[in-house]
């Protein structure tokens, strides 16, 4: 015999629940970001808002200006029903159409000068927090910038920002104003028959009801849509920025799949906010017909006992009508609330990233000589498990140019950010001139210290452009000069358009060698008192090499040059060799748990 399958409450209660909620993403690329209160975030962005609070409340009072022009509307539409329509007179038409018209035209401004107003506010708060962003995420130190994905950044610093500006502004004056405008309805409604205006409020509680539950579902359907968004950027922005590596390896059908996974998460999220939406608003239209059936039934008694005209219940209903749309906007206002959080609560993880701040007491580096010293020193990457540098000592004297060398991964570059302050050792000094750079700021070390990275990074700007960079208002003979001492000048004269060429992004339409050779013009245009060449040789032939070389140790007199390289060729050109080794690290320690964040301060 065949047993029924049978649906009981509780597995039906979970099977809504889970239409509800968006899929679990198996493989995240982007983690959510901390939970966040809708009064922590109006807390948090209230300081950013305060300088503008005067325009926000004339915005209120012309929110304000609109119900009271509404309601006087409709008063005046009662009094064309009681005194032209039902007794068929056309004597006091005139008036009436002059008062609407007025009505009109006041209407028309008041609507016109919000919408500018409102407009004007969000702009000014978006370009502020954007700005203020911006420049945080700027001043990350570059290791951290390693670690984040751009794409997600970007999404963050666009789409994010706008959710906080409709935090703060949008919705919180959307929901003033529906508030004022709920008010003015509910006093003429009161005022027109206060029985019948109790009777329209049995709709509150069910649609506060409605509201509340709906918020919480849209609340975590917005946090994954967020959170999805900044990986769909992120996936977006690692395979068109590695387009040619894809292509290279035939990898097109794979990047398209991860992009499509990436969509479809998205779209998987927005259908839940579909359901969700399809599910609860038939509930919100359900009460407010409740509402106005109630009323009609009321109102027949109010007529039928004198207690109402004609023209005062289609009054009334008029004014009931208009006040579902405001009760709409408060009922949304938390779901919307909630929404826009998901968006605010990813910023905030952005901006609370601890920036590198000076030591309270820092000093900036003056009269640099260029001895630089290592003492003891350890560093140890955040979220790493093993150190990237351990015991380092090293000396380098004022005006030496040193080859720093040692296998992959020994700890090069990570010495160079050592010495621009992008880090700071875990244990150990560094010193410059014999100053712990910690006591120094960080932006008079770096203009003690120029580093021209592995990674070469050119402006999408002209060559001259790109050089100048090194020091802004340095004259053409200067740029030229520079371009000339790291070997670059032939080539760029052999340009059709010369030092106007654009390079493109990241100097893309340039050779490495090239781009090598405008990164060092830069460096040395800066004429730092210490120079920090990571690999400077990499991509260049060895004749190339050596004119570089040799250009460097012309430019070298008062100047502390040092070079990482893997390079045989420069170890002819130094006074001296510092060896890094090759040990291997001691076993991964334990993460030491007093461990300072790495960056500057
Ligand atoms: N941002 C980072 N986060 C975590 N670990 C890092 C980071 N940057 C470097 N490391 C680690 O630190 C160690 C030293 O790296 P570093 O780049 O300083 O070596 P290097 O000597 O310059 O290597 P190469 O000669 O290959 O350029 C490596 O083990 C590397 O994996």
């Known amino acids: 015999m065949a047993t029924a399958t049978r649906t009981t409450p509780t597995a039906a209660r979970h099977r809504l629940a889970a239409l509800l909620r968006p899929a679990a993403d198996t493989s995240p690329l982007v983690d959510g970001a901390r939970p966040m209160t809708i009064l922590e975030v109006a807390r948090r962005f209230w300081p950013d808002l305060r300088p503008l609070r005067w325009w926000l409340a004339l915005e209120v009072l012309l929110l304000a200006g609109a119900p009271t022009i509404a309601v006087l509307e409709v008063m005046l539409f009662q009094r064309l029903v009681d005194d032209v329509l039902v007794p068929a007179t056309l004597g006091p038409l005139l008036w009436i159409a002059g008062l609407y018209i007025g009505l009109n035209l006041l209407s ?19 370009v502020k927090l954007r700005t203020q962003v911006f420049s945080h995420v700027l001043a990350h130190p570059s290791h951290v910038h390693d670690r984040a994905r751009l794409g997600d950044t970007m999404s963050r610093l ?10 703060m502004v949008g919705h919180l004056a959307n929901g003033a104003g529906a508030l004022l405008r709920l008010v003015a309805y509910g006093i003429a409604l009161f005022y027109l028959q206060w029985q019948l205006a109790l009777l329209a409020l049995v709709v509150a509680p069910p649609l506060w009801w409605v509201s509340r539950h709906f918020s919480r579902l849209v609340k975590v359907v917005s ?41 479809r998460a998205i779209a998987d999220a927005e259908l839940v906010g579909a359901r969700i939406r399809a599910l609860f608003l038939p509930l919100a239209d359900l009460a407010e017909l409740a509402g106005t059936l109630a009323v009609i039934a009321g109102g027949t008694w109010a007529l039928a006992t004198d207690r109402l005209t004609l023209g005062g219940l289609m009054a009334f209903l008029a004014l009931l009508v208009q006040c579902y749309s405001p009760l709409r ?7 919307s609330l909630h929404s826009a959080t998901a968006g605010v609560e990813r910023l905030v993880e952005l901006l609370d990233e601890p920036l590198p701040t000076d030591a309270p007491g820092a000093r900036d580096l003056t009269d640099v000589r260029g001895s630089l010293e290592l003492a003891g020193v350890r560093v140890r990457y955040p979220g790493a498990t093993r150190d990237a540098l351990w015991s380092t000592s090293l000396r380098i004297e004022q ?15 990570t010495i160079a950010r050592l010495l621009t302050k ?7 000094v560094v010193r410059i001139d014999g100053h712990d750079l910690r006591d120094l700021t960080a932006r008079s070390v ?34 030229v000069m520079a371009a000339r001492r790291a070997d670059a000048d032939l080539f760029v004269r052999s340009l059709p358009a010369g030092y106007a060429t654009r390079v493109g992004q990241r100097g ?41 070389l040799a250009a460097l140790g012309r430019h070298r007199a008062g100047r502390t040059i040092v070079l990482a390289t893997h390079d045989p060729v420069a170890l002819e050109y130094v006074d001296r060799v510092v060896d890094l080794g090759g040990a291997p690290p001691p076993p991964a320690a334990p993460v030491v748990a007093d461990q300072r964040p790495i960056g500057v301060g």
Request: aromatic share 4%.
């Open 158 to 167: 666009t789409s994010d920002t706008s959710a906080v500006e409709s935090f």
């Open 422 to 428: 992008h880090l700071v050792p875990c244990d150990g």
């Open 329 to 335: 906007s408060l009922g949304n206002l938390l779901p």
């Open 399 to 413: 005006g030496e140019m040193v080859a720093l060398v040692g296998p992959s991964g020994a700890g090069k570059s």
């Open 108 to 126: 028309a401004i008041v609507s016109g000068a919000d919408d500018y107003l409102s407009t004007w506010i969000s702009q000014r708060f978006l």
């Open 446 to 479: 770096r203009e003690a210290v120029t580093l021209v990275p592995q990674d070469i990074a050119l402006l999408d700007a002209t060559i001259a452009e790109n050089i100048e960079f090194g020091r802004p208002g340095s004259s053409r003979g200067d740029v």
């Open 508 to 548: 893309r339409t340039l050779s490495g060698g090239q781009r090598q050779r405008i990164a060092v013009a830069r460096a040395l245009l800066r004429d730092a008192p210490v120079l920090f060449l990571d690999e400077p040789t990499t991509g260049l032939d060895e004749a190339t090499s050596r004119r570089l």
């Open 223 to 263: 946090r994954e849509r967020r959170r999805r968004a900044g990986s769909l950027s992120a996936v977006t922005e690692e395979q068109l920025s590695n387009a040619a590596l894809v292509q290279t390896y035939n990898r097109e059908d794979r990047a398209i799949a991860d992009y499509q996974r990436q969509n």
